[in-house]
């Protein structure tokens, strides 16, 4: 019917023209054809469908496509983009890996790991100590001179294992991004594409390492493992002030250091800080923590302090019961100065007054030991005992006061303090300008900051790990304490170690290593006669210090 319909249909009159009537044949389902032809090419003809699915977005597509690329290059580099490589006498595996904050970590084993803020970037560059070449090893021990050329065989190793890397890191990221592509889109151009994009990507993150690279990173490391081994891998402080100038020593002495720790255990080296530096270990806030001592007991002996500074709280209630558990601070093998804290009475005073190697300071006393002057004042308030009613900041400042008319008396008579030392902050922080640096604990974290006078208030966190309140917290505090080194002749700070340890339960030990910024390679040093030698560190703040929040009484430490 519908063909009879068609046919009855007036057609028009068709084209004269050749090429007209060719072109109306082509634009009219080409009727002038044979039927026979026409027939056989409507049979072999699919009908249109209805389309189901609508294509993605081209957003969506690009989308994936980045994820394909990103996916196949971390593959890539997990699986063949690891290379090993030989730096001085020890085998190493160096390997990218992504990363939101970048940095380079230094596995050692079974020393723990480096991890050094070299560089901000997606991708982080991890190297491993695989083992220390007996042969190479040997000859150096055998020829001790040979470590004088150790810098220039170490920069060599260290920039071909680079290179290598990063020929190697190329070729992982490329193969694997398409590889993935092709396995998800199984079109050729499709998987090149995510190839060429994963190229791209790792060439930018490259270049975002390059312009953020930080040489000196290597002055301030972060160790995780074996705490009496961190310290020998750094250095001591004087030489890392004195020798550490350029990016190079500064790597040629480190791997000089894990070579001698790898070798026998007969040579292996003890951690010698120079004879002319003072050092001074920091602690605070052990509130009855009997594990504390035998810690700061290990830190004098590793470290050989000179003089102990404890900032207060040792004590938890204040009662005399508990005074006997100060007295192993006769025996920790170090004088051993201290201030009352707000959990210290004065019945816990007048004990530690009577011990032997014990020097308390109160009322701005200030006090010679290890050839270091201190100027220290107990905290006004004793907290535990709910009968007074807290007096609060004003009460610290109160005596914060007093401990500044001490300085100011000392500057005058020519016998001018090097440290002041209180337990709360707010205390201490009326002593700047008078002294180039002050100590405090009270808060239970670490806080560094440079006073407007140019004082430098460190504060120390809890040594005790939070004492018995270690166990009402859903996570223990860590274990805290400093080792600052002092230069002998100015009694300016050269350098300091941060030292923090697991919390109850935990065995995780880490040291961190910092230089004031007058040390660091390259700076001019400021004139010793003023508080402000001592300027910020790297990567610190200068401005005024951080108050903690409410007043001592309302705190529960």
Same mark, same amino acid.
């Given at each position: 019917?519908?063909?009879a ?11 004269? #023209?050749?090429l ?6 082509c634009?009219?389902?080409?009727? @002038? ?7 056989? &090419?409507?049979?072999?003809?699919t ?30 580099l997990?699986?063949?983009g ?7 006498p ?9 990363s ?6 230094i ?12 560089? $901000? ?11 220390l070449d ?6 150096? +021990?055998?020829?001790p001179?040979?470590?004088?050329g ?17 020929l190697h890191?190329c +070729? ?8 993935l592509?092709?396995?998800? $889109?199984?079109?050729p ?5 995510a190839?060429?994009?994963?190229l ?8 975002t390492a ?13 160790f995780?493992?074996?705490?009496s ?5 750094v250095?001591? @402080? ?6 550490? #100038? ?24 003890? &951690? ?24 700061? @007991?290990?830190?004098?002996?590793? $470290?050989r ?10 004590m938890?209630?204040?009662?005399a019961?508990? #005074? =006997? ?6 025996t ?18 007048? $004990? ?11 009322h701005?006393?200030v006090?010679?030991? @290890?050839?270091?002057?201190i100027?220290?004042?107990g ?22 006061g007093?401990?500044?008319d ?8 020519g016998?001018?303090?090097?440290i002041?030392?209180? =337990? ?9 300008g008078?002294?180039?640096l002050?100590?405090?604990? =009270?808060?239970h974290h670490r ?6 006078q140019g ?7 809890s040594?005790?790990?939070g ?11 860590p274990?805290?304490?400093?080792v600052?080194?002092?230069d ?28 004031p910024?007058? #040390?660091?390679?390259?700076?001019t040093?400021?004139?010793?006669g ?9 990567g =610190?703040?200068?401005g ?11 705190s529960?430490?």
């Open positions: 019917m519908a063909r319909a068609r046919s009855r249909t007036p057609n028009p009159d068709p084209p004269h #023209n050749p007209h009537r060719l072109l109306h044949t634009f009219d389902g080409v009727p @002038a054809l044979p039927a026979a032809v026409r027939r056989t &090419y409507r049979s072999r003809r009908a249109p469908t209805a389309t189901l699915i609508e294509p993605p977005h081209p957003l969506a597509r690009s989308l994936g496509l980045i994820a394909v690329t990103v996916l196949g290059a971390w593959l890539g997990l699986l063949i690891r290379v090993h490589a030989p730096v001085g020890m085998d190493t595996s160096m390997a990218l890996h992504p939101l904050t970048g940095g380079t970590t596995n050692v084993p079974p020393l723990g790991d480096l991890e050094l803020r070299s560089h $901000y970037a997606p991708v982080r560059l991890d190297v491993d100590v695989d083992r007996p042969a190479r090893s040997q000859a150096l +021990v055998d020829h001179e040979r470590f004088a150790l810098q220039a065989e170490v920069t060599h190793d260290v920039t071909r294992g680079t290179l290598g890397l990063a890191s +070729v992982a990221v490329a193969s694997g991004a398409t590889a592509g092709l396995a998800v $889109y199984r079109r151009r499709r998987a090149l594409a190839g060429g994009l994963a791209a990507l790792l060439a930018a993150s490259a270049g390059y312009a953020t690279w930080n040489p000196k990173s290597v002055l301030e490391p972060k995780s493992g074996l705490l081994s961190a310290p020998s891998v250095g001591n @402080a004087r030489n890392i002030v004195s020798e550490f #100038n350029v990016y190079q020593k500064e790597l040629a002495r480190l791997v000089t250091n894990v070579t001698k720790l790898y070798d026998a255990t007969s040579t292996l080296p003890v &951690y010698q800080p120079d004879p002319t530096t003072i050092r001074v270990l920091h602690v605070s806030d052990i509130h009855l923590n009997p594990g504390s001592w035998r810690i700061i @007991a290990s830190l004098v002996k590793q $470290y302090i000179n003089v102990i500074i404890d900032t207060g709280d040792t938890d209630h204040g009662s019961a508990e #005074n =006997h558990f100060l007295d192993p601070v006769s920790l093998g170090a004088p051993y100065v201290w201030v009352r804290g707000n959990h210290d009475s004065r019945s816990t005073q007048k $004990y530690l007054t009577r011990r032997a190697h014990v020097t308390v300071l109160d701005g006393k006090a010679q030991v @290890a050839g270091v002057r100027a220290g004042v905290d006004p308030q004793f907290t535990p005992d709910r009968s007074v009613v807290a007096a609060g900041e004003p009460a610290e400042r109160t005596a914060g007093r401990l500044a001490s300085l100011r008396t000392q500057r005058l008579a016998t001018p303090a090097d002041a030392v209180a =337990h709360n902050p707010t205390a201490v922080t009326e002593a700047d008078l002294a180039p002050a100590l405090a604990g =009270h808060i806080e560094n900051t440079m006073l407007p004082t430098r208030l460190m504060v120390e966190g040594t005790g790990g004492g018995l309140r270690a166990v009402q917290n859903k996570k223990p505090a274990v805290e304490a400093s600052l080194y002092l002998r002749t100015t009694k300016r700070l050269q350098a300091w170690d941060e030292i923090t340890l697991g919390g109850l339960g935990l065995s995780r030990a880490e040291v961190s290593r910092h230089l910024r007058e #040390n660091q390679p390259g700076a040093p400021a004139p010793s003023s508080p402000h030698s001592s300027g910020p560190p790297s =610190h703040s200068s005024p210090p951080s108050r903690p929040s409410g007043s001592p009484s309302d529960p430490r």
